[in-house]
């Protein structure tokens, strides 16, 4: 059996200044910025995440805030680092079907609010395949969802955003 998505969720791409790239995505295209925190991955950088249309993100990973827009960074500006694809079956189910095609990857590996799966495709690219641990029930925006959930985190103090904030908004919205 195929693995079953539900649209790009985003593409992640390297940037070389944060301020340009917020300015650009948030002044320019109108796009929302609806996450700010620091790369899980590389605390030398920031994880932008713009609001491209319901549902559609594109994702940045820059120098942080301040820094030296001619910081060397490990891959090539501009360069897509993967391209996420939301789960339309559990991630196990992926994982099964992942493993039945003989694909290597990594994970599930714990994003927070999400959980991830990262393979290579035949031709090298790094493709993402993530599910939100607490699904995201029908008529709700993304978006918002996101944007409440990290400002949950910013009143906490925490430096990511976790399960417990997207819970806790959905909560509230009752």
Known sequence: ????????????????NYDETVAFYRDVLGMRLVLEQPNLDDDSQMHLFFEA???????????KQGSLPDTPQRRQLGAMLHLALNLDVPIDEAMAT???HGVRYKG???????RSLYFRDPNG???????WITPVPDGVDEGDLIV?????RIARKAGFVENEDVKAVLAQRG
């Not at 059996?1 to 070389?16: D, E, F, K, S, W």
């Not at 249309?53 to 120098?63: M, T």
């Not at 690219?125 to 599910?131: F, G, I, K, Q, Y």
């Open 53 to 63: 249309g319901p549902g559609q993100f594109i994702a940045y990973f820059v120098p």
């Open 108 to 114: 599930p590996v714990d994003r927070g609010y999400e």
């Open 98 to 100: 992942l493993d039945a």
């Open 125 to 131: 690219a790094v493709v993402e395949l993530m599910s």
């Open 1 to 16: 059996m195929a693995i079953r998505t539900n649209g790009i969720n985003h593409p992640a791409l390297v940037g070389r």
């Open 148 to 152: 409440a959930a990290q400002q949950r």
